[in-house]
């Protein structure tokens, strides 16, 4: 049993004895090994990277797309924006060209006809929001919605509104046209 022990060697002893050409070769092999792993990383990351820049493409022309899109509903909007507010206003159209068809209308019936055109403004106005600004007399001047155009001795607190000259507009909570005032002057 000796004999087979030496001859064979302890496994320590095998791993010490290589002969430089087996340290050549497990050396290769072990190199080969990581540049096999290398290779298969690199061909991963490429494989990554082509499919982030196939992503940032598509994503890319995604923004791109709803950019367009939106600017034509955008474009869309405010070609037809008043489209609505023009089909109320119709009706009122129709109501003034009926009332210069009559020929021999009395003062009252043109006066009926007027009212009633008046109205039907006054309601397509209501629908769309547009709200007249009519400050009462008395009432404190706002700058945000009246128009000074005088200042007037009355007797009345020093800037207040005293007449009404013409009335403003509100759309939607936003001034449209000021209303014009007279005001009241600091005594």
Same mark, same amino acid.
């Given at each position: 049993?000796?004999? /087979?022990?030496?001859?064979?060697?302890?496994?320590?002893? &095998? *791993?010490?004895? /290589?002969?430089? @050409?087996?340290?050549?070769?497990?050396?290769?092999?072990?190199?080969? *090994?990581?540049?096999?792993?290398?290779? &298969?990383?690199?061909?991963? =990351?490429?494989?990554?990277?082509?499919?982030?820049?196939?992503?940032y493409l598509r994503a890319k022309a995604e923004a791109e797309n709803a950019r367009r899109r939106a600017d034509e509903e955008i474009a869309k909007?405010?070609?037809?924006?008043?489209?609505?507010?023009?089909e109320s206003l119709l009706p009122v159209l129709d109501s003034f060209e009926a009332g210069l068809a009559v020929q021999e209308a009395t003062l009252?019936?043109?006066? @009926?006809?007027? @009212?009633?055109? =008046?109205?039907?403004?006054?309601?397509? =106005?209501?629908? #769309?929001?547009?709200?007249?600004?009519? $400050?009462?007399?008395?009432?404190?001047?706002?700058? #945000?919605?009246?128009?000074?155009?005088?200042?007037? $001795?009355? *007797?009345?607190?020093? &800037?207040?509104?005293?007449?009404? =000259?013409?009335?403003?507009?509100?759309?939607?909570?936003?001034?449209?046209?000021?209303?014009?005032?007279?005001?009241?002057?600091?005594?």
């Amino acid at each position: 049993m000796t004999q /087979q022990n030496t001859a064979e060697g302890t496994p320590a002893q &095998n *791993d010490h004895a /290589q002969s430089p @050409e087996e340290a050549l070769a497990a050396a290769a092999v072990a190199e080969a *090994d990581a540049l096999a792993a290398l290779t &298969n990383e690199l061909a991963e =990351l490429k494989a990554k990277n082509a499919d982030l820049a196939d992503q940032y493409l598509r994503a890319k022309a995604e923004a791109e797309n709803a950019r367009r899109r939106a600017d034509e509903e955008i474009a869309k909007t405010r070609k037809f924006a008043v489209e609505s507010f023009a089909e109320s206003l119709l009706p009122v159209l129709d109501s003034f060209e009926a009332g210069l068809a009559v020929q021999e209308a009395t003062l009252a019936q043109i006066r @009926e006809g007027s @009212e009633a055109t =008046l109205k039907q403004l006054q309601s397509a =106005l209501t629908r #769309h929001k547009v709200v007249a600004i009519a $400050p009462a007399a008395g009432e404190k001047f706002d700058p #945000h919605q009246h128009q000074a155009i005088s200042m007037v $001795p009355a *007797d009345q607190e020093p &800037n207040t509104v005293v007449a009404v =000259l013409q009335k403003g507009y509100l759309i939607a909570e936003r001034v449209l046209r000021p209303a014009l005032v007279t005001v009241a002057a600091p005594k």
